[in-house]
């Protein structure tokens, strides 16, 4: 348990002896009436004031790109990162435990997300030197000679997802950092409470005021965060509508830089050819992994009529052979939802598609018990209902029968999202026919394989309201420096 009243703000652990907000685990316990969310801490629900002087904090150590971050050299700053990120492994324990306790992440997969985003950071380091040398020495073009550089943008405003709230977090923030920019960082809603250990480490190993934090309600301090015109990136894993918003709060929108990472509708493509247990077995982990709440889920399975009764019958009894249970469960794979109101949404949707004709097709699917929701497979889904637009972001499994292939290519061109597909069939000739018009629709295409993110060295972003800019490494080098020159005359 964390009861935290401290956050990093201009080099400093900033006492706080106000609000609190209160972090209840999705994991329950029994109390006298019922099952209810365990109590794990709390953290501070800053004022718009103190986050403005964080903000102040930011904009002084970049000091428009003269600050001592800035201006050091990318080797140092890698030392610096370095040592933060030893400092992070020494925090290993609570880290995963804390990931696990606030958003129900089984244990396994939590340390996965840990281990994962070490790799990362020295990945980026990695790819930071190689760069470095592509980049750096002079080009000379018409008889100028030119120095190229890779320099910071300014202040960032880094805020991470609930799903992966240290991985994400990291992807973002971490090449920000090490690109010479300032930060001013906002953890998740859920998913805040693990970030406590790191305050210090932030504190110890980069100068004051280069990384801030700061915790509380999104709405109500970040529009005034966006509107003061000092944040020079803003970079979100979240929604495009949260985005927008803020995006509009900017008064000079067209000099902000927005790295965004948005929701997402990717679809199963299962044609006639299809290798059925193949399919079944790569949408089972693509829509239930983390109980489908990853944005690169699939969210919505496409079907050949003529193999959909069989297609369901085989997906149902992979769903029956999963495993529900508590996080720290050995070989649990559906563990309990942290958003509060998520089971109520969840059988909104159900309600809205029985409504236009659709049933739940598998034993036991849409039940739920405290914060519990084993997984929902609907059948025949169409365009009427909300399950056919919307990103669900949870253990239901939209199915859409479809007869012509053209059919699976204009779902994608109706649809606002545009992030993945995966085809599944053993057809190449109708697999080539598919994949040049999807790939101008989405920002990757899978073939018999499930829709994610890795390898972490593959490019990550999307299309339409799904991302803007690109993640992964190396691309978030690029995401969070430009290419300045110093040229000069050749005589
Ligand atoms: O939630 C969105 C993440 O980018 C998912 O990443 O595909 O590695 O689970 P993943």
């Given at each position: 348990?964390?009861?935290?009243?401290?956050?990093?703000?201009?080099?400093?652990?900033?006492?706080?002896?106000?609000?609190?907000?209160?972090?209840?685990?999705?994991?329950?316990?029994?109390?006298?009436?019922?099952?209810?969310?365990?109590?794990?801490?709390?953290?501070?629900?800053?004022?718009?004031?103190?986050?403005?002087?964080?903000?102040?904090?930011?904009?002084?150590?970049?000091?428009?790109?003269?600050?001592?971050?800035?201006?050091?050299?990318?080797?140092?700053?890698?030392?610096?990162?370095?040592?933060?990120?030893?400092?992070?492994?020494?925090?290993?324990?609570?880290?995963?435990?804390?990931?696990?306790?606030?958003?129900?992440?089984?244990?396994?997969?939590?340390?996965?997300?840990?281990?994962?985003?070490?790799?990362?950071?020295?990945?980026?380091?990695?790819?930071?030197?190689?760069?470095?040398?592509?980049?750096?020495?002079?080009?000379?073009?018409?008889?100028?000679?030119?120095?190229?550089?890779?320099?910071?943008?300014?202040?960032?405003?880094?805020?991470?997802?609930?799903?992966?709230?240290?991985?994400?977090?990291?992807?973002?923030?971490?090449?920000?950092?090490?690109?010479?920019?300032?930060?001013?960082?906002?953890?998740?809603?859920?998913?805040?409470?693990?970030?406590?250990?790191?305050?210090?480490?932030?504190?110890?190993?980069?100068?004051?005021?280069?990384?801030?934090v700061i915790y509380g309600r999104g709405n109500a301090i970040v529009p005034g965060l966006m509107q003061s015109g000092k944040?020079?990136?803003?970079?979100?894993?979240?929604?495009?509508?949260?985005?927008?918003?803020?995006?509009?709060?900017?008064?000079?929108?067209?000099?902000?830089?927005?790295?965004?990472?948005?929701?997402?509708?990717?679809?199963?493509?299962?044609?006639?050819?299809?290798?059925?247990?193949?399919?079944?077995?790569?949408?089972?982990?693509?829509?239930?992994?983390?109980?489908?709440?990853?944005?690169?889920?699939?969210?919505?399975?496409?079907?050949?009529?003529?193999?959909?009764?069989?297609?369901?019958?085989?997906?149902?009894?992979?769903?029956?052979?999963?495993?529900?249970?508590?996080?720290?469960?050995?070989?649990?794979?559906?563990?309990?939802?942290?958003?509060?109101?998520?089971?109520?949404?969840?059988?909104?949707?159900?309600?809205?598609?029985?409504?236009?004709?659709?049933?739940?097709?598998?034993?036991?699917?849409?039940?739920?018990?405290?914060?519990?929701?084993?997984?929902?497979?609907?059948?025949?889904?169409?365009?009427?209902?909300?399950?056919?637009?919307?990103?669900?972001?949870?253990?239901?499994?939209?199915?859409?029968?479809?007869?012509?292939?053209?059919?699976?290519?204009?779902f994608l061109i109706a649809s606002t999202h545009g992030q993945q597909v995966s085809i599944f069939s053993n057809n190449a000739?109708?697999?080539?026919?598919?994949?040049?018009?999807?790939?101008?629709?989405?920002?990757?295409?899978?073939?018999?394989?499930?829709?994610?993110?890795?390898?972490?060295?593959?490019?990550?972003?999307?299309?339409?309201?799904?991302?803007?800019?690109?993640?992964?490494?190396?691309?978030?080098?690029?995401?969070?420096?430009?290419?300045?020159?110093?040229?000069?005359?050749?005589?």
């Amino acid at each position: 348990e964390i009861y935290q009243r401290e956050y990093l703000s201009n080099g400093e652990m900033k006492q706080w002896n106000g609000q609190v907000h209160e972090v209840y685990s999705p994991i329950c316990i029994k109390t006298e009436n019922g099952l209810e969310r365990k109590l794990i801490g709390s953290y501070p629900v800053c004022t718009e004031d103190e986050a403005q002087a964080s903000l102040e904090a930011a904009v002084q150590a970049y000091d428009n790109g003269r600050g001592e971050w800035p201006i050091m050299s990318v080797e140092e700053r890698i030392h610096h990162v370095e040592k933060f990120t030893g400092k992070m492994i020494e925090q290993k324990d609570i880290i995963v435990k804390l990931i696990m306790w606030e958003i129900g992440k089984s244990f396994a997969d939590s340390t996965k997300e840990f281990d994962r985003t070490v790799e990362y950071i020295y990945a980026t380091i990695d790819s930071l030197k190689h760069l470095d040398r592509d980049s750096s020495g002079f080009e000379i073009v018409d008889g100028i000679a030119a120095q190229i550089r890779r320099s910071p943008l300014g202040v960032v405003l880094c805020m991470g997802p609930f799903n992966y709230p240290l991985n994400e977090t990291f992807t973002t923030l971490i090449p920000a950092l090490i690109m010479g920019n300032t930060i001013l960082f906002k953890p998740p809603k859920f998913g805040t409470l693990l970030h406590y250990p790191l305050q210090e480490a932030f504190r110890d190993c980069f100068p004051k005021g280069v990384v801030n934090v700061i915790y509380g309600r999104g709405n109500a301090i970040v529009p005034g965060l966006m509107q003061s015109g000092k944040i020079n990136v803003l970079t979100l894993i979240g929604s495009s509508k949260v985005a927008n918003e803020l995006k509009k709060q900017h008064p000079k929108v067209n000099r902000l830089r927005a790295v965004l990472g948005l929701d997402a509708k990717n679809a199963a493509i299962v044609t006639a050819h299809a290798d059925i247990p193949l399919a079944v077995k790569e949408t089972i982990t693509g829509s239930l992994s983390f109980n489908g709440q990853r944005c690169t889920a699939l969210k919505i399975v496409l079907v050949h009529r003529s193999i959909a009764d069989e297609f369901i019958k085989q997906f149902n009894a992979a769903v029956g052979q999963l495993k529900f249970g508590m996080p720290w469960e050995k070989g649990v794979s559906l563990t309990p939802l942290p958003e509060p109101n998520k089971i109520d949404y969840l059988n909104e949707c159900i309600a809205d598609a029985e409504k236009f004709g659709a049933k739940i097709m598998n034993e036991n699917g849409g039940t739920s018990l405290a914060s519990f929701f084993y997984p929902a497979v609907v059948y025949p889904v169409n365009d009427q209902m909300k399950l056919y637009h919307e990103e669900q972001f949870g253990p239901i499994i939209p199915i859409v029968p479809f007869d012509d292939l053209e059919e699976t290519i204009d779902f994608l061109i109706a649809s606002t999202h545009g992030q993945q597909v995966s085809i599944f069939s053993n057809n190449a000739q109708e697999v080539s026919w598919l994949i040049d018009p999807l790939v101008n629709l989405v920002s990757r295409v899978n073939i018999n394989t499930q829709s994610q993110r890795g390898p972490d060295a593959f490019p990550f972003t999307g299309r339409k309201d799904s991302a803007e800019g690109t993640l992964s490494i190396p691309d978030a080098i690029r995401s969070f420096s430009i290419r300045s020159l110093v040229a000069f005359k050749m005589n």
